[in-house]
């Protein structure tokens, strides 16, 4: 069973930029459909970017749309979020995720779909 460990959370100021970090625990990584989640403190988590194995399919809600870029380094096993343009609405904690299943722009926003999640990293950005 793969695991994921997240990184790079941290506290930022409104404008800047963050980059997250995802590895995974085992090389079959390349297969998965991997996506990162949000959630903020009485929220529901929320859908922020997803990313087939093959690279150039790539899935953003409009909330995040040209502000956060999601890649993947599958020699690293690891899945990236960078985040630039940072508002105080993107505080929450960011959870990486991921599935063996194929998937499609309809399931991969949904947190149901992911067999597979990390532990999760913090992101503050402060006004």
């Known amino acids: 069973q793969v695991q994921l460990v997240e990184s790079g959370g941290g506290l930022v100021q409104a404008g800047g930029s963050l980059r997250l970090s995802c590895a995974a625990s085992e090389r079959s990584f390349i297969m998965y459909t991997m996506g990162w989640f949000r959630q903020a403190p009485g929220k529901e988590r929320e859908f922020v970017a997803a990313?087939?194995?093959?690279?150039?399919?790539?899935y953003y809600p409009d909330s995040v749309k040209g502000r956060f870029t999601i890649s993947r380094d599958n020699a690293k096993n690891t899945v990236y979020l960078q985040m630039s343009g940072l508002k105080p609405e993107d505080t929450a904690l960011y959870y990486c995720?991921?599935?063996?299943?194929?998937?499609?722009?309809?399931?991969?926003?949904?947190?149901?779909?992911?067999?597979?999640w990390g532990q999760g990293t913090q992101v503050t950005v402060s006004s």
């Open positions: 995720a991921g599935t063996r299943r194929i998937s499609s722009a309809a399931t991969m926003s949904r947190p149901e779909w992911y067999e597979f």
């Open positions: 990313i087939k194995w093959s690279e150039s399919t790539t």
